[in-house]
């Protein structure tokens, strides 16, 4: 089994009320990695620029990712994106936003890339996604992020792209902007009615909800006293949620396989936070991941007793 | 048992992007009691005008409620509230606020009021919600709301307050604001640390969480394609949490009896938002109820599958 995802490798500068970094490892497709890497064999597509280092490399190929299809530039400088959140990092600010190599990528997939089992097209420009996708004719399950800039700037390329795929991943104000419904259930049916096979709303720090034609499941993000840099969270999650779809094998992906899917999503999403950028996963372990994932399963439980209630 | 609310009963003009009401029945006293009446037998506090009329009485008393404490002022006004919710129910002005009788409101129990098991202190002025406290003193749970308004403009009251109850029941957002902390969870945890034995954050459309000595529970808000009215939710959640609560008799009242306390509340809460005021809640059956909360077990449920992380 193979796991490809095409997206942006870049250089984050971040500031959060807990600290900053001037320039640190980033990007959809980094953060993306470092989380399916605990389940699966993960080939990431992107461009990067002569700034690339060898450590940035030895980061990204964490847990065995295969970088061969990371396109080197030459002469040119990796994606450079700064940021700030707000006090109680509800909000965010951009300063910069540099594309450099990104700018022209035309994202080209080795036979293995090509060969996944299972694809997740990270934000990128909605056409690019749907050449990747079209190149992935093999893949038994394909998801997609995206963001309000293409649905404010290329709706049409971005609905025929969500059309062509099984699992669409978005925020959940993002979801109702799309559809111009006013909740995210509604938001939620419209997308189902356009063919993928399941929706998963990202509520930031409430968690995650997933719809699918069998029904409704929600997760609360897992709680934690102090966040330090959400950058990635949504990444990190994307990662852990298909990275488990794709060590499922043959297994059938239905509502109950992607609900176990999400756990996995959370328990990454919340290390991820813990620290800047990748510092906290490039040295996470396997137990720690199980720990959270069980944690979440007991602190969403709950039993019901008999009780006959007033008429 | 029996099962005391102090708060206020009022008049609400709503208007939502799915209709309008000029003139309805509502206050948190209102909401609460309509919810909690399906578990136990309740006596609201609080006062009422020469407005009121047979037909509030009639909806007050649903399920066998008994007023005996609603206290009519001869010539005066009951309170009244204007207000009007934008596109996506998120956020909503105030257009009046009338205090009319709650100005001078002086809460004054019976004895068979204050002979109650189970206490709800609803958002009013802080020292008033102190000296019904202290009316009540063989309660064996008593929980509160506030709001930010006395967050800011009485805060040592209200600190003195929640320091009186076993559960303090607010929005997330202001959890934060009144304990100057980033996160719902280290907010929770300064409180947990004043006394209250435990902590519900509302989070709106998002669900609600759970902080106790014993840990950490949450749960989605239940999925509603179309929500009408939002007012008096968090009225409706507090009346089914503590209504819950006050239905298991001398259980002990732990981690588990809260979190399936909140089921209960999450499905009235929903219930609640389906219609405007309380026209739901009024005519909704016991079976209603209990199949909301069966479906948001199935709907937070997951079953952990053996599986081997790469390391």
Request: aromatic share 10%.
């Amino acid at each position: 089994m193979s796991l490809t995802v095409v997206g942006s490798l870049a250089f984050d500068a971040v500031k959060t009320p807990f600290g900053s970094r001037e320039r640190m490892l980033g990007g959809a497709a980094t953060h993306f990695s470092l989380a399916a890497s605990f389940f699966d064999e993960v080939r990431p597509v992107g461009p990067v620029g002569d700034d690339f280092g060898p450590e940035d490399w030895a980061v990204l190929q964490t847990r065995g990712t295969i970088t061969d299809d990371v396109e080197h530039v030459p002469g040119g400088k990796t994606f450079f994106w700064a940021g700030e959140y707000s006090d109680n990092l509800n909000d965010r600010v951009t300063h910069v936003t540099d594309l450099n190599v990104f700018a022209d990528f035309q994202p080209k997939l080795s036979p293995a890339a090509q060969e996944c089992d299972v694809l997740f097209l990270a934000n990128i420009q909605p056409d690019l996604q749907l050449g990747v996708r079209e190149q992935c004719h093999r893949a038994r399950f394909v998801a997609m992020d995206s963001m309000n800039f293409w649905i404010d700037s290329a709706r049409e390329d971005l609905e025929r792209t969500i059309r062509s795929v099984d699992c669409l991943i978005l925020n959940d104000e993002e979801l109702e902007q799309l559809t111009g419904k006013p909740t995210t259930v509604a938001a939620a049916e419209e997308i189902l009615s356009w063919g993928p096979r399941a929706v998963v709303a990202k509520q930031g720090k409430y968690g995650a909800a997933l719809f699918s034609d069998a029904g409704f499941f929600a997760l609360p993000a897992y709680p934690l006293a102090e966040v330090i840099d959400p950058t990635g969270a949504g990444d990190s999650f994307a990662g852990g949620f298909v990275g488990y779809v794709a060590a499922q094998g043959d297994e059938p992906i239905d509502h109950d396989l992607l609900a176990r899917a999400m756990a996995y999503g959370t328990a990454l999403a919340s290390y991820n936070v813990e620290e800047f950028g990748t510092e906290r996963v490039a040295r996470l372990t396997a137990d720690e991941v199980a720990a959270r994932v069980a944690d979440l399963q007991r602190m969403t439980r709950f039993d019901l007793a008999p009780l006959t209630l007033r008429g």
